[in-house]
């Protein structure tokens, strides 16, 4: 994936005014604009006020509103949400929830790397997903994810179709991108939901990224 020449212009959410203001700093170090700051109460003027191309949302320090904010705005705009150290399971997968009709998300730990901070605003951008190896999401996680990776047949078209639902594309957009039916779609997403033990698309992306499947 190439890198963009032009910065993305960010808005930049965390109910902790200093929070803000570190994140911000920290993002525009990296080169990025930050055009907005919002506490989350504000975020529906910020975001048309804004022209911005993604958000960067911590909900990692005082956060308790920000997830039904995200919840309700349903925006079409990528996210990445940035989370601390004691999340859970059931915690990321119910977030992975409210930020899977944007076209594109990362969750990244708050205390990591700030290269991964911009790797992930650039995966987002082109409508990736984006997943920290070390989140607590599923027990495949702690596998060897080169092991699990050469152990999974993923034919080639499977493997296409695998790269497009990362994408957030529907069965319908799949079908049209790769010249074949919706029919033929359902049948490629649904062996690979079980080659991957998935029970939805969305947690078929999610072991996904983590057994390094999906290309970004």
């Known amino acids: 994936m190439s890198i963009p020449d032009t910065d993305l212009r960010l ?5 902790n005014l200093l929070a803000r203001a570190g994140l911000a700093a920290l993002l525009e ?6 055009v907005a700051q919002s506490d989350g109460g504000d975020l529906d003027r ?18 308790e509103n920000l997830r039904q904010t995200l919840a309700d705005w349903l925006g079409d705009m990528p996210v990445l949400a940035l989370v601390s ?12 929830g409210l930020l899977g009709t944007c076209p594109g998300y990362a969750i990244l730990p708050r205390e990591g790397d700030p290269e991964a901070f911009a790797s992930a605003l650039y995966a987002i951008d082109f409508g990736l997903i984006a997943l920290d190896p070390g989140l607590p999401l599923l027990p495949v996680a702690r596998i060897d994810p080169q092991l699990m990776a050469e152990t999974i047949p993923l034919t080639p078209r499977e493997n296409e179709v695998l790269q497009l ?20 779609v359902k049948f490629h997403v649904n062996a ?16 996904a990224t983590q057994l390094g499947l999906i290309v970004l």
């Open 165 to 184: 639902l990362a994408q957030g594309m529907t069965n319908k957009a799949i079908a049209l991108d790769l010249g074949i039916t919706e029919h033929t």
């Open 85 to 96: 150290g004691d999340e859970t399971e059931e915690s990321l997968l119910a977030l992975m």
């Open 46 to 63: 910020a975001v048309a006020e804004g022209g911005a191309d993604a958000l960067v949302v911590d909900l990692g320090w005082q956060s």
């Open 29 to 34: 170090a990296r080169g990025f604009a930050v």
């Open 192 to 207: 690979i939901m079980g080659k991957l033990g998935a029970q939805s698309r969305t947690e078929a992306v999610v072991r």
């Open 11 to 15: 808005i930049v959410v965390a109910e």
